[in-house]
Nanobody, 115 residues
Framework: QVQLVESGGGLVQAGGSLRLSCAAS????????IGWYRQPAGKQRELVAV???????DYADSVKGRFSISRDNAENTVFLQMNSLKVEDTAVYYC?????????WGQGTQVTVSS
């Protein structure tokens, strides 16, 4: 079992920054990748960024150059640094841990970007 707890969401003006944290606990050695997803109201959940156990990363085209995913292995925490935020970044952001057989989700954290 893997438990994920997100934090760091909130309200920010367009152009501002936020840093989200995803703290993992439990069977963290089984994790192959941790990703950040987001789900705007009334829309489907989409992948924002992912970091794999080897350290490679990928980003959605809509956030490239603005968002950065990183991790602190000692703390089992993954971060999503979000800069130059836009109104369209408003969504509930979820942390996702992918293991060989199962996928785990956090409870989500709301990010609201005002114009």
């Amino acid at each position: 079992q893997v438990q994920l707890v997100e934090s760091g969401g909130g309200l920010v003006q367009a152009g501002g920054s936020l840093r989200l944290s995803c703290a993992a606990s439990g069977s963290t050695r089984r994790i192959n990748a941790i990703g950040w997803y987001r789900q705007p109201a009334g829309k489907q959940r989409e992948l924002v960024a992912v970091i794999r156990s080897a350290g490679t990363t990928d980003y959605a085209d809509s956030v490239k150059g603005r968002f950065s995913i990183s991790r602190d292995n000692a703390e089992n925490t993954v971060f999503l640094q979000m800069n130059s935020l836009k109104v369209e970044d408003t969504a509930v952001y979820y942390c996702n841990a992918d293991t060989t057989f199962l996928t785990y989700w956090g409870q989500g954290t709301q990010v609201t970007v005002s114009s």
